[in-house]
């Protein structure tokens, strides 16, 4: 399977409110709550770095849970994400 | 089930963050309309860098939702430069404007910076009423063509319709207009004081038998009997609620850098030309005086049998002379919809039959307690 990169839009507004990211799509206004799991992800977004590697060296260091099993909630989270333009993903690296 | 944006709004009470802050960016307006409460001239609004300073401590401070507004915010010739930087601090970026300035590079210019709203205040489908309130010719001309450029670009606009005496008749027309651009239409029939306190402007607003009409129209406020049916008994939820977001979640900063805790509530808390916002928000003396404010520390409202039901705008109270006094703005409101007299219209009727004037009207008693 070939990695997935992801990187943080720019079509977003988005602050942090404690442990919780709020971001908000500016394309269709769709608001998101990111969790502690979905921040750590969202931060590490930097459109160079393999998803496959930011689920095993910041979510499965930090969260009690498989690797495997947090690459598939991972993938599906970011693909949301991506379906409101919220987040970027493709297969090679993004700008 | 809360919303999530109900969730956030407790998640920044609890944590004392200023979610949503209004910016006026200028009191210049290139309309002057009958029933506006600024005073349009310059008399030293911030700079840009000023401006973008602000911002950087409101992204420092948590706030998510920012309304840029004036007076007209496209007076400034500086206004896109302050934009894309609020944009850049990753806002949520409301924006108020006549929208009589928007063409289509401007109306570019508000999609590429991905502003989430633009609310534009229309007040007749009849540019002979429209204008005469703007007292600028040929402004609802532009005005929606202003809409038309923004609407084209996909941002979402929403028409503001200020409800008052020259406009009554046309709220029907307004609503029909901003369908057919394909904009949301919003009403409002509050005409609100001068920010000086001076209050001549309230005779054009709607009162007595026309907010009647107003509130028993389905178009208007939806399910009628729901809407003007007698309020619920109040509860200790009411009693230990707050009364408003202002200074829990919101505050308003003017053109000069002061501070407010709403856009209708000229308390001054600070000035960020002096202080840095974070101070005047956590530590102003008349901030956190507001926040203090609960249900039942208000000695006439606590009383009242709207306390759960009522619109009281704490600002207008102050502005009244007292902010955990009653606003008689919205105690006619809640008497209009539901024919229930309010504890501050039952008190004045008392005060009148001692002095011996027994036949005064419920609807004149607001306005004796507004002159």
Redesign the interface.
Known sequence: MSPLYIARS?????????D?M?V?S?RD?T???LDSVGLVIWQAADGRTPLEDIVKEKVCTEFEITPEEALKDAESFVRELAGHGIMRVSDKPLE | MPT??E??NQ??IA?G?P?GVQLDVTYRCNERCVHCYLDHDDHGEMTAAEICDVLRQL?DA???FLTLSGGEVLMRMDFFDILEYARSL????KIKTNAFMIREKQADRMREL????VQVSIYSHRAEVHDAITKLPGSLKRSVAGIRFLQSRGL?VIVANVLMRQNLADYAGVKALAQELGAQWTIDPTITPMMDGDRSILGLGIGGEELKQVFRNGDLVGNVEEFCAPPRPVDDGDLDGLPCSASHTFCYISPYGDVFPCVQFPLPTGNVRKQKFLEIWRHSKQMNDVRSIRGRDLPVCSTCSHLGSCTRCPGLAYMEGNMRGPSSLDCEKSFTRTGIPSANMLAKKRQLEAQGNPEVAWTQLVHIQLS
């Open positions: 720019n079509e977003i507004a988005a602050r942090q409110l404690g919780e709020i908000m500016t206004s608001l998101f709550s | 999530l944006i969730e956030m998640r920044a944590l963050v979610l992204a948590g706030t998510f990753l806002f949520c970026v991905g502003v989430d709203s979402k």
